[in-house]
């Protein structure tokens, strides 16, 4: 007798992820037939008017009306065979029991999972107290810590050459007030003074040139006027430093390591203040001239006639071309006159307005008004360092009194020590050239991988299940492993299952939307089953029935996976399962006795739901196995991080990005990690901190967060390198996480080095990455400024350290190297410049320190390839299976520094478009050995002509725009006319060679 039986199982499993693409595990659940109290079957009895089974039961009309006529005569009498009521209502009861067992642990996998949620919330936002960016800059200070109070009376007397300095100085002050007196007692002899004391800004053309007595000039001017006290029009609104022993130049403003907006405002943290010009926007410098007091300095003499200020503005790009910054600007102000761009104001303390006019101003301080494009370079992103040094009051000064410097990071609001940069800090993304079999390669996928051992294990159970009994209704009989209705298998031959893996487009409304899912199918046809089957009268000791069938096995799982709506670390695959197919056929069973063939048939068959669903899970470890997925970030980036010095910095992982933006959400599918035609797409979030307390004070409170025109989540999103390389597996990190784990070494004290014994260094403001590469083959720019060096004796010394670096791949430890910096390599940039020196010569104070030789080995060996190591050398790649990298690129992409990689053997493809206007051609490749362009040889032909239209080699990928009326036209009477074009083109790199050709064609 044959028959076919087929059913269809499908429903929604939702579990937390633990390892790889299990989902086959899954695939079936149990289904047992409810039996009402009166030992009817409603599935039997819906079957038995199934016309379509009904056709299988015989030749005939007759014949089937009689066998189906024998078994409702069969089922009438069940009770004849020994088959208690009570029995088969504890069967149906067995049902209701499974299905409510199902139910509650399905509401308990539920609760642990929103357990687990809240835990993790809890924990997550534990990890993530401490203030915002606005508690930060609301709380910053003066940072009166950082100024140097000790250029006391007593340091001025070891400084060399400073008492005839101030003899000199003293002298030529002298003797300008003499010539400033002597040209005064001219024009009032000839009734001038006073038309000339109405001039704004006047000087007599004697003084002209000389800015100290332009200074004395002005001081003159003011004794001569109202008597209003000598800081009119000075007023500088602010109270004298205390103790007033700082060293000149010292800045009150901008404060050091302010953040403001990418054109300098609003301010961030810190203190940035602005004012327009002449309708441009200027940035202001304030400071401390010095005190003539602390100096020792001739009394009577005011400080402005003496000392100026020069303020010069220096940025990570200009550091090597100008080490003399832009400006300088040291104009003198003439009380009273208009406030102009690039000007310096010399202004009292508030503590000197009490001065009565003619008084000297002993003490001042300096206001400068620097335009945001000084000399036309518009100060930008990533910002820029002002320095101001205090010298005597000449256009060529010959001493140096002091300097200081202050870093201003300009761009987007800065992280806070302990926020996380949301929405895309870091991204991976997948080809589907790695997950499915797409190219006809079998070493470069997973399909490929995994269906041989995924084949041969479930032959292995398959066919393992000879001498195996199950019982399907009914008490197991004493003696025996089966009961009331089972059977026993003597022989399972299956052939050799299918496994496939696919990317299925999802649907939403009936429509394909730009969402994939992962599509897993397992089929199999004619698996020979044989063995016998057990009936009530087997109790008796009558014979089983014998039977023998071949069985037909398809099942499908769709996979997704979403991320958590609270605890974003938490993921779940979305599982659809569905649908299962179970067709027999080639049936025979033995006809004696009568009801033998069906009872076998209803109970045996449906009860393969159940064996699938005990088969498939062990397929399970195969799968794991062979995938090697990492289960978590932790494997990327773990939870501390060495930074050299026996210290650590903390990492945390905040969670996965949704992916509604930037795709549609899908439905049931929302939060879905993005899985598109071309790959799996994933970002995160993760911080990296310090090992302080969350409330204890930062030296480096905040680290800069630079403009990009997106985020980790449109990286994730380019699956082809800028010559159409295929990526299989990419990685991104958002350059504002990088530039928070350079903070935490610099907060962790780890860029405090010494240049040598004697000589400490003292790190003033956090390293950053710069997002803009330096060099076109060097991705990774790092900018360290504002390192303080204090050898012995008075010298202090600011220095800026930068340098382009290459970065490779080791493919054993799976880690970024960064190249290893020399000190004499042209891809490293230092500048150094006195704050405080040990003597008084203005060219040798300011000029570039002797010191600088020996801090380029410093620089290199000590600071940079160290601070290298313990940032990006931990970056760590996730393992890839059984797949090799090949093709590792790293590269800044909108600056955020990536990584590319192939795993695929070398091939090229190719493809185009056309429509009546134009046509196009492209390619893409991956594998080819070297670095360096590809070398492309393309040759493009008419086909209906047969002429070659373009022949080119170069390392040009692609061809577009190409005319499509240019092609000739095949006239076809009796249909659309037609135009084709095929490109054939060979790509070459290190040594190997790879062709391929596309058709463009066109119906008019």
Same mark, same amino acid.
């Given at each position: 007798?044959?028959?076919?039986?087929?059913?269809?199982?499908?429903?929604?499993?939702?579990?937390?992820?633990?390892?790889?693409?299990?989902?086959?595990?899954?695939?079936?659940?149990?289904?047992?037939?409810?039996?009402?109290?009166?030992?009817?079957?409603?599935?039997?009895?819906?079957?038995?008017?199934?016309?379509?089974?009904?056709?299988?039961? %015989?030749?005939?009309?007759?014949?089937?009306?009689?066998?189906?006529?024998?078994?409702?005569?069969?089922?009438?009498?069940?009770?004849?065979?020994?088959?208690?009521?009570?029995?088969?209502?504890?069967?149906?009861?067995?049902?209701?029991?499974?299905?409510?067992?199902?139910?509650?642990?399905?509401?308990?996998?539920?609760?642990?999972?929103?357990?687990?949620?809240?835990?993790?919330?809890?924990?997550?936002?534990?990890?993530?107290?401490?203030?915002?960016?606005?508690?930060?800059?609301?709380?910053?200070?003066? /940072?009166?810590?950082?100024?140097?109070?000790?250029?006391?009376?007593?340091?001025?007397?070891?400084?060399?050459?400073?008492?005839?300095?101030?003899?000199?100085?003293?002298?030529?002050?002298?003797?300008?007030?003499?010539?400033?007196?002597?040209?005064?007692?001219?024009?009032?002899?000839?009734?001038?003074?006073?038309?000339?004391?109405?001039?704004?800004?006047?000087?007599?053309?004697?003084?002209?040139?000389?800015?100290?007595?332009?200074?004395?000039?002005?001081?003159?001017?003011?004794?001569?006027? *109202?008597?209003?006290?000598?800081?009119?029009?000075?007023?500088?609104?602010?109270?004298?430093?205390?103790?007033?022993?700082?060293?000149?130049?010292?800045?009150?403003?901008?404060?050091?390591?302010?953040?403001?907006?990418?054109?300098?405002?609003?301010?961030?943290?810190?203190?940035?203040?602005?004012?327009?010009?002449?309708?441009?926007?200027?940035?202001?410098?304030?400071?401390?001239? %010095?005190?003539?007091?602390?100096?020792?300095?001739?009394?009577?003499?005011?400080?402005?006639?003496?000392?100026?200020?020069?303020?010069?503005?220096?940025?990570?790009?200009?550091?090597?071309?100008?080490?003399?910054?832009?400006?300088?600007?040291?104009?003198?102000?003439?009380?009273?006159?208009?406030?102009?761009?690039?000007?310096?104001?010399?202004?009292?303390?508030?503590?000197?307005?009490?001065?009565?006019?003619?008084?000297?101003?002993?003490?001042?301080?300096?206001?400068?008004?620097?335009?945001?494009?000084?000399?036309?370079?518009?100060?930008?992103?990533?910002?820029?360092?002002?320095?101001?040094?205090?010298?005597?009051?000449?256009?060529?000064?010959?001493?140096?009194?002091?300097?200081?410097?202050?870093?201003?990071?300009?761009?987007?609001?800065?992280?806070?020590?302990?926020?996380?940069?949301?929405?895309?800090?870091?991204?991976?993304?997948?080809?589907?050239?790695?997950?499915?079999?797409?190219?006809?390669?079998?070493?470069?996928?997973?399909?490929?991988?995994?269906?041989?051992?995924?084949?041969?294990?479930?032959?292995?159970?398959?066919?393992?299940?000879?001498?195996?009994?199950?019982?399907?209704?009914?008490?197991?009989?004493?003696?025996?492993?089966? %009961?009331?209705?089972?059977?026993?298998?003597?022989?399972?031959?299956?052939?050799?299952?299918?496994?496939?893996?696919?990317?299925?487009?999802?649907?939403?409304?009936?429509?394909?939307?730009?969402?994939?899912?992962?599509?897993?199918?397992?089929?199999?046809?004619?698996?020979?089953?044989?063995?016998?089957?057990?009936?009530?009268?087997?109790?008796?000791?009558?014979?089983?029935?014998?039977?023998?069938?071949?069985?037909?096995?398809?099942?499908?799982?769709?996979?997704?996976?979403?991320?958590?709506?609270?605890?974003?670390?938490?993921?779940?695959?979305?599982?659809?399962?569905?649908?299962?197919?179970?067709?027999?056929?080639?049936?025979?069973?033995?006809?004696?006795?009568?009801?033998?063939?069906?009872?076998?048939?209803?109970?045996?068959?449906?009860?393969?739901?159940?064996?699938?669903?005990?088969?498939?899970?062990?397929?399970?470890?195969?799968?794991?196995?062979?995938?090697?997925?990492?289960?978590?970030?932790?494997?990327?980036?773990?939870?501390?991080?060495?930074?050299?010095?026996?210290?650590?910095?903390?990492?945390?992982?905040?969670?996965?990005?949704?992916?509604?933006? *930037?795709?549609?959400?899908?439905?049931?599918?929302?939060?879905?990690?993005?899985?598109?035609?071309?790959?799996?797409?994933?970002?995160?979030?993760?911080?990296?901190?310090?090992?302080?307390?969350?409330?204890?004070?930062?030296?480096?409170?905040?680290?800069?967060?630079?403009?990009?025109?997106?985020?980790?989540?449109?990286?994730?999103?380019?699956?082809?390198?800028?010559?159409?390389?295929?990526?299989?597996?990419?990685?991104?990190?958002?350059?504002?996480?990088?530039?928070?784990?350079? /903070?935490?070494?610099?907060?962790?004290?780890?860029?405090?080095?010494?240049?040598?014994?004697?000589?400490?260094?003292?790190?003033?403001?956090?390293?950053?990455?710069?997002?803009?590469?330096?060099?076109?083959?060097?991705?990774?720019?790092?900018?360290?400024?504002?390192?303080?060096?204090?050898?012995?004796?008075?010298?202090?010394?600011?220095?800026?350290?930068?340098?382009?670096?290459?970065?490779?791949?080791?493919?054993?430890?799976?880690?970024?190297?960064?190249?290893?910096?020399?000190?004499?390599? *042209?891809?490293?940039?230092?500048?150094?410049?006195?704050?405080?020196?040990?003597?008084?010569?203005?060219?040798?104070?300011?000029?570039? *320190?002797?010191?600088?030789?020996?801090?380029?080995?410093?620089?290199?060996?000590?600071?940079?390839?160290?601070?290298?190591?313990?940032?990006?050398?931990?970056?760590?790649?996730?393992?890839?299976?059984?797949?090799?990298?090949?093709?590792?690129?790293?590269?800044?992409?909108?600056?955020?520094?990536?990584?590319?990689?192939?795993?695929?053997?070398?091939?090229?493809?190719?493809?185009?478009?056309?429509?009546?206007?134009?046509?196009?051609?492209?390619?893409?490749?991956?594998?080819?050995?070297?670095?360096?362009?590809?070398?492309?040889?393309?040759?493009?032909?008419?086909?209906?002509?047969?002429?070659?239209?373009?022949?080119?080699?170069?390392?040009?990928?692609?061809?577009? %725009?190409?005319?499509?009326?240019?092609?000739?036209?095949?006239?076809?009477?009796?249909?659309?006319?037609?135009?084709?074009?095929?490109?054939?083109?060979?790509?070459?790199?290190?040594?190997?060679?790879?062709?391929?050709?596309?058709?463009?064609?066109?119906?008019?």
């Amino acid at each position: 007798m044959s028959n076919r039986h087929g059913n269809s199982r499908s429903r929604r499993a939702r579990r937390v992820i633990v390892v790889g693409i299990t989902a086959l595990a899954s695939l079936a659940s149990a289904c047992t037939p409810a039996v009402t109290p009166d030992g009817k079957d409603p599935e039997i009895e819906a079957l038995l008017e199934d016309p379509q089974f009904r056709a299988q039961l %015989g030749d005939t009309e007759q014949e089937r009306e009689v066998i189906v006529a024998d078994i409702r005569k069969f089922l009438d009498e069940w009770d004849a065979w020994g088959m208690d009521p009570a029995e088969l209502e504890r069967v149906a009861m067995k049902k209701v029991d499974y299905e409510r067992e199902r139910a509650a642990a399905e509401e308990r996998d539920s609760a642990q999972l929103e357990a687990q949620a809240r835990k993790e919330r809890e924990r997550l936002n534990a990890l993530q107290n401490g203030p915002t960016i606005d508690e930060i800059a609301a709380g910053d200070t003066e /940072r009166t810590e950082d100024y140097d109070y000790g250029a006391t009376r007593e340091h001025w007397g070891t400084v060399q050459g400073f008492a005839e300095s101030m003899q000199t100085l003293s002298d030529r002050r002298a003797d300008t007030e003499v010539r400033v007196r002597k040209m005064i007692e001219q024009l009032s002899a000839s009734g001038e003074l006073e038309r000339v004391d109405q001039i704004p800004g006047y000087v007599p053309s004697e003084g002209e040139g000389d800015p100290m007595y332009g200074s004395v000039w002005a001081e003159a001017r003011k004794e001569r006027g *109202p008597a209003t006290g000598a800081c009119k029009d000075r007023e500088g609104n602010r109270a004298a430093p205390s103790p007033a022993s700082l060293r000149p130049g010292s800045m009150y403003s901008p404060h050091q390591n302010t953040f403001a907006g990418s054109n300098g405002t609003p301010t961030h943290v810190g203190q940035l203040k602005t004012t327009t010009l002449g309708g441009k926007k200027h940035f202001i410098v304030e400071g401390h001239l %010095g005190d003539l007091d602390v100096f020792g300095f001739t009394p009577g003499v005011s400080i402005n006639t003496v000392a100026q200020a020069w303020i010069t503005v220096h940025t990570p790009t200009s550091l090597t071309t100008d080490y003399y910054g832009l400006g300088p600007f040291y104009q003198m102000w003439v009380p009273g006159t208009p406030i102009l761009s690039g000007q310096v104001q010399i202004l009292c303390y508030t503590d000197d307005f009490p001065l009565a006019t003619g008084a000297p101003i002993r003490r001042a301080m300096f206001r400068a008004f620097i335009p945001m494009d000084p000399e036309g370079v518009l100060l930008t992103e990533p910002g820029f360092q002002v320095k101001a040094a205090v010298s005597d009051i000449s256009w060529d000064p010959a001493f140096f009194f002091g300097a200081d410097m202050r870093t201003v990071y300009l761009g987007k609001q800065p992280l806070g020590y302990n926020q996380t940069f949301t929405n895309g800090g870091f991204g991976v993304n997948m080809g589907r050239g790695v997950v499915v079999n797409d190219n006809a390669a079998t070493n470069d996928d997973l399909e490929s991988a995994i269906r041989g051992p995924v084949q041969t294990k479930l032959t292995e159970v398959l066919s393992g299940l000879d001498d195996t009994s199950w019982w399907v209704l009914g008490k197991k009989n004493a003696g025996s492993n089966w %009961g009331w209705f089972g059977f026993h298998i003597n022989n399972s031959a299956p052939n050799t299952p299918n496994v496939d893996i696919d990317w299925s487009p999802t649907t939403v409304g009936g429509a394909q939307d730009d969402e994939y899912r992962l599509k897993g199918s397992l089929s199999m046809t004619d698996w020979l089953v044989e063995g016998y089957v057990s009936l009530p009268w087997a109790a008796f000791g009558l014979v089983p029935c014998y039977f023998r069938m071949k069985i037909d096995l398809s099942a499908s799982v769709y996979a997704s996976v979403d991320i958590h709506d609270t605890a974003r670390t938490v993921l779940q695959p979305d599982i659809e399962i569905g649908p299962i197919g179970i067709g027999v056929h080639n049936l025979f069973a033995s006809p004696v006795p009568l009801g033998c063939n069906s009872i076998y048939l209803f109970k045996f068959v449906d009860s393969w739901d159940d064996k699938l669903n005990e088969l498939l899970p062990l397929v399970n470890q195969v799968l794991a196995n062979k995938l090697q997925v990492q289960p978590n970030i932790g494997n990327v980036v773990p939870p501390t991080v060495p930074v050299g010095g026996g210290q650590i910095m903390n990492t945390l992982f905040a969670g996965w990005n949704d992916t509604c933006a *930037p795709y549609a959400c899908n439905g049931s599918h929302a939060g879905d990690m993005a899985m598109n035609w071309a790959g799996l797409e994933a970002t995160g979030d993760i911080r990296f901190t310090d090992t302080k307390s969350a409330l204890a004070a930062r030296r480096f409170p905040a680290s800069y967060s630079p403009t990009t025109a997106g985020t980790a989540n449109d990286r994730v999103r380019s699956h082809f390198g800028p010559q159409n390389e295929i990526t299989d597996f990419g990685a991104w990190v958002n350059p504002a996480v990088l530039n928070q784990a350079l /903070r935490v070494i610099a907060e962790q004290g780890r860029l405090d080095l010494n240049l040598d014994a004697s000589t400490p260094g003292l790190a003033k403001s956090p390293p950053i990455y710069l997002s803009t590469p330096i060099a076109a083959d060097k991705p990774l720019g790092v900018f360290v400024p504002h390192i303080e060096i204090d050898p012995a004796g008075p010298n202090l010394f600011a220095v800026d350290v930068f340098a382009a670096v290459g970065v490779n791949f080791d493919p054993l430890t799976r880690k970024l190297v960064p190249s290893t910096i020399a000190p004499s390599d *042209p891809a490293l940039g230092i500048a150094m410049w006195t704050l405080s020196c040990d003597g008084t010569v203005w060219a040798l104070c300011n000029g570039i *320190p002797a010191i600088v030789s020996g801090a380029a080995n410093w620089a290199a060996n000590t600071l940079l390839n160290p601070l290298l190591q313990n940032s990006i050398g931990q970056i760590t790649i996730p393992q890839t299976g059984s797949f090799s990298l090949s093709g590792v690129k790293i590269v800044n992409e909108d600056g955020h520094l990536g990584l590319r990689a192939s795993v695929g053997a070398t091939e090229l493809r190719a493809w185009g478009g056309i429509n009546a206007s134009t046509y196009s051609f492209d390619t893409y490749h991956e594998g080819f050995p070297g670095a360096g362009p590809v070398t492309y040889s393309w040759q493009i032909k008419d086909n209906v002509s047969g002429l070659t239209i373009l022949t080119a080699t170069g390392t040009q990928h692609q061809y577009s %725009g190409l005319s499509t009326a240019a092609l000739t036209t095949l006239n076809i009477p009796i249909g659309p006319d037609v135009k084709s074009a095929t490109a054939t083109v060979t790509a070459t790199r290190g040594g190997v060679s790879k062709t391929a050709t596309y058709t463009n064609t066109i119906f008019l």
